[in-house]
């Protein structure tokens, strides 16, 4: 099967414990294009904002995509779960005949995309926006801002970093926001 894994964040630069299931490249914008924003804060990347899918507050922005090395969407997904280190439902899936994910826009569209492209499958992390359970306002530019502000030492290096080294076609609102940000410019 050809079985693609789709990325738009540190996926991208850091493969960790998918290194050995896929093969290499990536195809840079060879993914759909989907909602995202830099509304979910992530313990992993010690609290600062990470790219996640959307549909609310993001913008369409393309994926990238890369070639799994298993034979079964199940394996691929396994393979991605254990990378992202998150249960098996936070990561999607779709093929022609079978599909999960939170967001029934976002199944279609990859299924389309699978379809348009030969694939027969595809995989990827599906971990919703937290901004407001974490902390409890809702996301808007001028509270993302002030959220990161809050942050300090490794916390921010790692935010800015994180922020900084995704994929300049991540340009969400957020990321423009903050490239006219003297602060965060200043970092």
Request: aromatic share 8%.
């Amino acid at each position: 099967m050809a079985i693609a894994i789709l990325g738009w964040g540190s996926l991208l630069w850091d493969l960790d414990d998918l290194a050995p299931h896929v093969r290499l490249p990536w195809h840079m914008q060879g993914g759909p294009t989907l909602p995202m924003e830099f509304s979910r804060i992530s313990p992993k990347r010690k609290m600062g904002l990470v790219v996640c899918l959307d549909p609310v507050d993001g913008t369409p922005c393309p994926t990238h995509a890369i070639a799994s090395s298993r034979a079964t969407l199940a394996e691929a997904r396994a393979d991605l779960a254990a990378r992202e280190r998150t249960p098996l439902d936070q990561i999607g899936y779709a093929s022609a005949t079978e599909c999960f994910g939170r967001l029934p826009e976002i199944v279609s569209q990859v299924q389309k995309w699978c379809a348009a492209t030969g694939h027969d499958g595809a995989v990827w992390t599906d971990l919703a926006p937290n901004f407001t359970d974490v902390t409890a306002q809702p996301f808007t530019l001028p509270a993302a801002i002030a959220y990161l502000q809050t942050l300090q030492g490794e916390n921010l290096a790692e935010a800015h970093r994180y922020i900084t080294s995704a994929p300049a076609l991540t340009s969400t609102n957020l990321r423009r926001a903050l490239a006219q940000d003297t602060w965060w410019q200043s970092l």
